[in-house]
């Protein structure tokens, strides 16, 4: 008995000193890991395999207690070079927009261009239009306000100096659920949240739609409100100017939203007499109202008289309608370079919705992402491997591994539409935003600027990244990198990390 027990307590001794020495070798093997890319990634080592390399990468402190699925492919043949955890469905935030984003160039190709069309009821009688007129949207996510002050000008032309009778918006093109069914509340005001319509209309180039830019500039002295502005000028949106002017030197911190379910926009904080603007893109109630106010401002500057009384209206037009003017969008394989580059969200639920529309005639998220699921079948994606919630990765319960990802990557190559779908993702480093896109500040290092192309993404607690980088022996790779439930962040330099380690690896 008493040897069993001096047995038991040299083999706890051996134990405690086993344990009290492992943090002193870990910390002699390993570098300390820090939120610094340079820092995360381990020396330069011939003898090094990228596969340990990247296993050091991913023990990061900051990944304890979350979910890290990494998949690296050879981008030629599809052989798996890396695998951590790539069979576990997690949530891809904007990575989804590569689902999104292939099975939209599969079901309407690159050449595909978005209409809005004039229409009225009425016959022309000189200068008289005698009847309504509708403004129907059919999904286009580039329309400007320059493009209506062009319809007015068409109309214009044709001689029309009065409209007797209403202006309408038709939107009928989709249906009447402007969110995806998992959005949160507190998005709907802010522009990576905007009601998807078929008739919207945004106020710059980069196409943010159904949004206006709301801008603030500080009075002329303290005390004053400051003035505010919008972009388009519209009369469907109220200011609730609550903000103040203070002297120099003091605070700037500026408030911008939208009340739920109005177009007040509500603008609190103060901003110092000196100071710059401050601009907010704010999703607007009912872009479709927006842009008929848009349009018929356009009109009376054009001198065409409006003498409808029934206000800014949704309605569908007949069918027996007459075409006064006709805008196309640019094609699809342009539409995707602020699509992607940019990470629109809006973009990418018209494009699920405009999917279903095709396909089933039915522009809703259920029939897109019907449409979505069959389509991406057919490149390799099993339908009961993913969950589709919507299309721009803003719902949080959207599901797909990282090795999902890579099969996507990989057989993509092989479509037609792949030169169209490869340009439009960011490429590190490139300063120009619509080139580098969402990686135009990451990755600038001469190994990964413009090498890695790839698909940015990140919610709350949610953090991807996948694409393609070449490796520096001409090896061309597929990566997915899914980054799911931290809390310490920022964990960008983790995904860096481990894409300058498969630009710099030896294959």
Not at 112 to 130: I, P, W
Not at 368 to 384: N, R, Y
């Amino acid at each position: 008995m008493l040897k069993k027990q001096k047995g038991k307590q040299l083999l706890l001794f051996a134990l405690l000193v086993a344990v009290a020495y492992l943090p002193i070798a870990y910390e002699q093997t390993i570098p300390a890991l820090t939120a610094s890319a340079a820092l995360i990634t381990p020396p330069a080592n011939a003898s090094v395999t990228l596969s340990k390399k990247l296993d050091v990468i991913l023990a990061d402190p900051k990944l304890q207690g979350g979910i890290t699925g990494v998949s690296v492919r050879n981008a030629t043949t599809g052989e798996s070079i890396y695998s951590h955890m790539s069979d576990i469905r997690l949530r891809p935030a904007s990575n989804m927009k590569l689902l999104t984003g292939a099975a939209a160039l599969d079901v309407l190709g690159p050449d595909y261009r978005f209409e809005t069309e004039v229409a009225t009821t009425g016959k022309q009688k000189g200068s008289t239009l005698q009847g309504d007129v509708y403004l129907v949207g059919k999904g286009d996510p580039t329309l400007l306000q320059s493009d209506l002050v062009k319809f007015a000008d068409q109309l214009k032309q044709q001689g029309i100096k009065t409209i007797k009778g209403n202006l309408f918006a038709d939107d009928s093109w989709y249906d009447d659920d402007r969110y995806s069914q998992d959005l949160n509340w507190s998005d709907e005001f802010n522009y990576v949240g905007a009601q998807v319509s078929a008739l919207t209309l945004s106020p710059n180039e980069d196409y943010d739609t159904g949004t206006v830019i709301v801008e603030v500039k500080p009075g002329a002295k303290a005390g004053e409100l400051p003035s505010v502005s919008l972009s388009p000028k519209t009369e469907t949106s109220v200011i609730v100017n609550e903000a103040t002017t203070v002297g120099k030197g003091g605070e700037k911190k500026i408030s911008i939203h939208r009340e739920h379910g109005t177009n007040r926009i509500i603008v609190e904080g103060s901003i110092p007499v000196d100071a710059s603007s401050s601009r907010s893109w704010t999703a607007v109630w009912q872009p479709s109202e927006l842009v008929l106010d848009v349009f018929r401002s356009a009109l009376q500057k054009e001198g065409i008289q409006v003498t409808g009384k029934k206000g800014l209206q949704r309605a569908i037009a007949p069918e027996n309608v007459k075409i006064l003017a006709t805008k196309k969008s640019m094609p699809l394989n342009e539409i995707y370079i602020p699509f992607m580059k940019l990470s629109n969200n809006g973009h990418a639920e018209m494009l699920v919705k405009e999917m279903g529309r095709v396909k089933k005639g039915e522009g809703s998220w259920n029939a897109g992402l019907a449409v979505m699921s069959e389509t991406l079948a057919g490149l390799g994606i099993a339908k009961d491997t993913v969950l589709l919630r919507d299309g721009s990765g803003m719902s949080h319960k959207n599901l797909v591994s990282s090795e999902t990802l890579t099969t996507l990557l990989v057989r993509a190559q092989e479509e037609s539409w792949y030169p169209a779908f490869r340009e439009s993702l960011p490429l590190a480093g490139e300063a120009d935003r619509m080139v580098g896109g969402t990686l135009r500040n990451r990755l600038k290092e001469e190994s990964t600027k413009g090498n890695v192309a790839a698909k940015t993404g990140s919610i709350t607690g949610v953090s991807t990244l996948s694409g393609y980088v070449t490796t520096k022996k001409g090896t061309p790779l597929a990566f997915s990198i899914m980054i799911n439930n931290y809390i310490t962040g920022p964990v960008t330099p983790i995904e860096d990390a481990i894409a300058t380690a498969l630009a710099e690896a030896d294959l």
